[in-house]
């Protein structure tokens, strides 16, 4: 079953064609720790941006693998775009910017990503 998500104002709304996960990668990282980012992966073929191209802004940092789209409007990152391990393309998915995602149901999945 797909779900989708918005940033705040909703100038930017997304879909993703698969189940809502059960559990959530909460990354300690400078970045993911500011924006409070409660991350699930999924293949970028299953992403799709519904509204709101035009308003997206990117951010990188650090070795620039992951290109963070946030809402130049509200200010919200929504999702991010990257390579898996495998090298496949990959989107993250903020999960607080899901409304029908249970956050206190989520089992949280520690990444030590300031040990990077």
């Known amino acids: 079953m797909a779900y989708s998500g918005s940033c705040h104002c909703s100038a930017v709304t997304f879909s993703v064609a698969a189940d809502l996960p059960g559990e ?6 400078s970045h993911c720790r500011r924006k409070g980012l409660l991350l699930t992966f999924v293949p970028k073929s299953a992403f799709a941006l519904e509204s709101g191209g035009d308003k997206l802004t990117e951010h990188t940092f650090y070795k620039h693998a ?6 130049s409007t509200c200010g919200v990152q929504s999702f991010a775009f990257g390579k898996g391990p495998d090298g496949s393309e990959v989107a993250a998915i ?3 910017a899901v409304p029908e995602c249970d956050l206190d149901a989520l089992e949280l999945r520690k990444v030590d990503g300031a040990s990077f």
């Open 24 to 29: 959530a990668i909460s990354c300690n990282c």
């Open 66 to 71: 992951i290109a963070h789209r946030f809402c």
């Open 94 to 96: 903020n999960l607080r």
